[in-house]
């Protein structure tokens, strides 16, 4: 049986093979992009390059991508959700299509993976008449002569959700299953944004674990995108084509493909399980679990797999080189809502061990350090930052309980209160239940579901798209900010000092938002000086250049950069020369304006602090 260490070399060999490039994970903390607080697909990071700017590693690419989807976090629980996953991707940059992309990625899984075609299912676009895309007969083809080599005569069918199954093999579906683009169907894509019909492949985990039967959706036709978990999504095909304008779709310069595969889901089914958690991506932190609680998985699977996926996501994230916080806003409140919930959880199970969430930190970094060194590199900092929170967990934990004994007098705990002790005071529904149970009160549970799917509606902004534009949409004024950033980042170090890296940022086509290493809060006095010196390097109306090299040779140089883990080999490193004398260098993926006195005035609007030894600021070209 192979290990999910192995599935993840196989698909990185058989692309290698293929005659792609393997590139790094990027950070899990997207760089200039301001539409969403994580990377949540392989194909973020390469926006740019879809939009048809030249990869320096060329037109073929392959990585495993590290990914997190917030609005998963209360789908964990299922046998097929993560809130942290790793995307196995291949990409064609305007190279191969549809053909070459679908007869590689069968012979993988069923080739490399050992798996059965017969239980194999492919899924493909309906098509839209109103936005002029045509259903996806180019894919049914291939996918029949696909199949074809397997000794499987596949049928194409249509409206399985209706009719059921139909003795199909191939299965048309509309947008809302397959179109990908980063926000969903074309309706919700903005101006500027690549997408595309897919093609899934689904695998079949079997009728006689009757999953359908004892679902919620026994009453309907089961399909292979039934919510009641037979069927399996392990990869898609996108075949992103299209880009959306004010008035419909255009054709991109160049057709790309871009595949995403989790390695959890295919390590589930090459290792003959129904449930992610039971693989051995898995097994040492459902064991340690075990050994804290004195209970057993197998009795507690919720429970456990809450604990488990959630201080994973949070290690992940706390592990990246940008060194993400707990805290009550963004990113950071993210992360504390991922240890929180772990933590009443554990407290459910009966965990009594001092600080025992630290316990389950070694065993995810001892068993991913190899692959992301990162997280081997910053556990003392993720140590640190968990032991913080687990302190002022228990105060808030303190709080909630006295905030409970008010309801007492009530003799009911309405939804809207039941959601504030989860929201608030970090009370899951099954503890207030728990102690309301003790007390002879009543719980709204209608009232609570309606309150928290308004919230779960809220939380999808976190990979959706929290704000709108960013840096791919490539507008000058977007180009213009980028650009400042740089200026920015130069400036503080000769104002503040050599220890002021870029720790984040977030740039509109309004305004840039800029975080970087420092303890203090600047003076007003450092502030002008910094606007000073960016500004007088704008007049100077001084060219902004880049060249293609090496990354060990831009280091050698001394470029600037920042997660390191996501530059390739070769990179771009950007320019400002002052002169004779170096203004800016930065390893950077671009885009910028080609002079600086394009920008126009830069001010500071705000300066405040981001988190622990980090400042942010804020700042405008006018």
């Not at 492949?201 to 399909?223: M, Q, T, V, W």
């Not at 000092?497 to 290493?517: A, M, P, W, Y």
């Amino acid at each position: 049986m192979l290990t999910s260490r192995e599935i993840r070399q196989k698909y990185l060999d058989f692309f290698r093979s293929k005659e792609h490039a393997v590139i790094p994970s990027a950070s899990l903390l997207p760089e200039n992009d301001s539409s969403t607080l994580f990377i949540s697909s392989g194909m973020q990071p390469l926006v740019p390059y879809l939009l048809g700017e030249k990869h320096p590693e060329g037109t073929r690419l392959t990585n495993s991508q590290k990914s997190f989807r917030a609005e998963d976090i209360e789908e964990v629980g299922d046998n097929r959700h993560n809130t942290f996953f790793e995307m196995l991707g291949n990409w064609s940059l305007g190279d191969y299509f549809k053909k070459e992309q679908l007869s590689w990625i069968y012979e993988f899984v069923i080739g490399e993976l050992g798996l059965d075609p017969n239980r194999i299912y492919a899924t493909v676009f309906r098509g839209n008449a109103e936005i002029g895309i045509d259903k996806d007969s180019e894919a049914v083809e291939i996918l029949k002569e696909v199949f074809k080599k397997y000794g499987i005569e596949a049928e194409a069918v249509d409206f399985a959700e209706r009719d059921g199954m139909q003795g199909g093999r191939i299965f048309y579906y509309d947008e809302k299953k397959n179109w990908w683009s980063r926000s969903g169907v074309p309706a919700n894509m903005p101006e500027g944004e690549p997408g595309g019909p897919d093609s899934e492949i689904f695998y079949d985990l079997g009728a006689e674990l009757k999953r359908h039967e004892n679902s919620p959706f026994s009453d309907k036709p089961c399909h292979v995108n039934c919510d009641c978990g037979r069927f399996i999504e392990i990869g898609n095909s996108v075949f992103m084509e299209f880009v959306r304008r004010d008035k419909g779709f255009e054709k991109l310069s160049q057709q790309n493909v871009d595949f995403g595969g989790g390695l959890e889901r295919m390590t589930m089914v090459v290792q003959g399980k129904d449930n992610v958690f039971e693989t051995d991506l898995f097994s040492n932190i459902l064991s340690k679990i075990e050994a804290l609680s004195g209970k057993k998985y197998r009795n507690n699977m919720k429970a456990f797999e809450i604990i488990a996926d959630h201080l994973k996501a949070a290690v992940f994230i706390m592990g990246d080189d940008k060194g993400i916080s707990p805290s009550n806003a963004g990113q950071g409140y993210i992360v504390r809502r991922l240890i929180r919930r772990a933590m009443r959880y554990g407290r459910l199970l009966g965990i009594s061990e001092e600080f025992w969430i630290k316990e389950i930190a070694k065993i995810i970094a001892h068993d991913y350090g190899t692959v992301y060194p990162e997280i081997q590199r910053n556990i003392d900092f993720i140590l640190e930052q968990l032991r913080d929170e687990e302190a002022k967990f228990q105060k808030t934990l303190e709080r909630g309980l006295k905030e409970f004994e008010k309801l007492k007098v009530t003799g009911k705990v309405e939804g809207v209160e039941a959601f504030n002790l989860y929201q608030t005071f970090g009370f899951p529904i099954e503890m207030t239940q728990e102690l309301s149970a003790e007390l002879g009160l009543e719980v709204d549970e209608v009232g609570y579901i309606a309150e928290l799917e308004k919230h779960q509606e809220l939380s999808r902004t976190a990979s959706a798209g929290m704000f709108k534009g960013g840096l791919a949409d490539s507008s000058e004024e977007t180009k213009k900010l980028h650009t400042a950033a740089h200026l920015l980042l130069a400036a503080l170090r000769r104002v503040l000092g050599d220890h002021v890296i870029q720790k984040g940022s977030n740039i509109t086509s309004e305004r840039l938002r800029f975080d970087f290493s420092h303890f203090d809060k600047m003076t007003d006095e450092q502030k002008k000086e910094v606007e000073n010196i960016v500004n007088a390097v704008i007049r100077k109306n001084l060219p902004v250049n880049f060249e293609e090299m090496s990354l060990d040779e831009a280091k050698e140089k001394g470029a600037m950069g920042v997660f390191e883990s996501k530059y390739a080999e070769r990179v771009k490193v950007y320019k400002v020369m002052d002169e004779d004398k170096l203004f800016s260098y930065e390893i950077c993926g671009g885009p910028h304006v080609e002079n600086t006195g394009l920008l126009g005035n830069f001010r500071i609007i705000k300066e405040e602090s981001s988190s622990a030894g980090v400042r942010r600021i804020k700042a405008v070209l006018e």
